[in-house]
């Protein structure tokens, strides 16, 4: 006669997702403190220069609507 425990037993989706998720993090490839240091500062520059850019065209375009409508 088969009991309940004959049945294999199912992993739980939170447990499955945690395993996998830990998996996945040992084959990432992590940079080393000069490598984030250097990506982090070409990032902030980055950052600067389309911030200033969009800032300019936005001031361009605010500047071109006001003297297509006259205001």
């Known amino acids: 006669m088969?009991?309940?425990d004959d049945k294999p037993k199912r992993e739980n989706a939170i447990q499955r997702?945690?395993?996998?998720?830990?998996g996945e993090l040992r084959k990432v490839h992590w940079p080393t403190?000069?490598?984030?240091?250097?990506?982090?500062?070409?990032?902030?520059f980055v950052l600067i220069f389309m911030a200033l850019f969009l800032?300019?065209?936005d001031w361009?375009?605010?500047?071109?609507l006001a003297l297509m409508i006259g205001a």
Do not use: C, N, Q, Y
């Open 17 to 22: 997702f945690f395993r996998e998720t830990i």
């Open 60 to 64: 361009g375009g605010s500047k071109l």
């Open 55 to 57: 800032g300019l065209v």
């Open 2 to 4: 088969a009991g309940r």
């Open 33 to 44: 403190w000069p490598e984030a240091r250097r990506l982090t500062i070409i990032v902030i």
